[in-house]
C-alpha cells in the first residue's frame, strides 16, 4: 500500500504559477504510476496528467498542455505538477493519485491523496 499527501495548492491571479507536491509513503515507490486529478463541485474527476514509474511515459490533458508540467523524483518519493499560465477555469480540488497499472482515467487508480484546493482569480 502506499499513502499520499498533496500539498502547494492555495489562491493566485490568473496568468499565476504554483506547483503542487504528492508525498508517498511506503517503499518502492518507482513501481507506481502516478496521475493527478481534479475536479469541481458536481462535476466528475477529471485527469490532468500521468507519469509512468520511471517517467518514461507522460501523459497531459488537453486542456492544461503546454501549461502544467508532471515531474516525480523516485529518490525522494514525490511527485509534482508544476502549473503556469492559470486560468480561472484551472479552480479545483486537485488528487494525486497511485497505481501499479498505468492509466489515464480515476478508475485505474486505487490509491488517493486528500486533495489540495486551487483557486485562480480572474
Known amino acids: 500500500q502506499v499513502q499520499l499527501v498533496e500539498s502547494g495548492g492555495g489562491l493566485v491571479q490568473a496568468g499565476g504559477s504554483l506547483r503542487l507536491s504528492c508525498a508517498a509513503s511506503g517503499r518502492a515507490f518507482s513501481s507506481y504510476h502516478m496521475g493527478w486529478f481534479r475536479q469541481t463541485p458536481g462535476k466528475e474527476r477529471e485527469f490532468v496528467a500521468a507519469?509512468?514509474?520511471?517517467?518514461?511515459?507522460?501523459y497531459y490533458a488537453d486542456s492544461v498542455k503546454g501549461r502544467f508540467t508532471i515531474s516525480r523524483d523516485n529518490a525522494k518519493n514525490t511527485v509534482y505538477l508544476q502549473m503556469n499560465s492559470l486560468k480561472p477555469e484551472d479552480t479545483a480540488v486537485y488528487y494525486c493519485a497511485a497505481d501499479s497499472h498505468f492509466g489515464l482515467i480515476s478508475v485505474a487508480y486505487d490509491y488517493w491523496g486528500q486533495g489540495t484546493q486551487v483557486t485562480v482569480s480572474s
Open positions: 507519469i509512468s514509474g520511471r517517467g518514461g511515459e507522460i
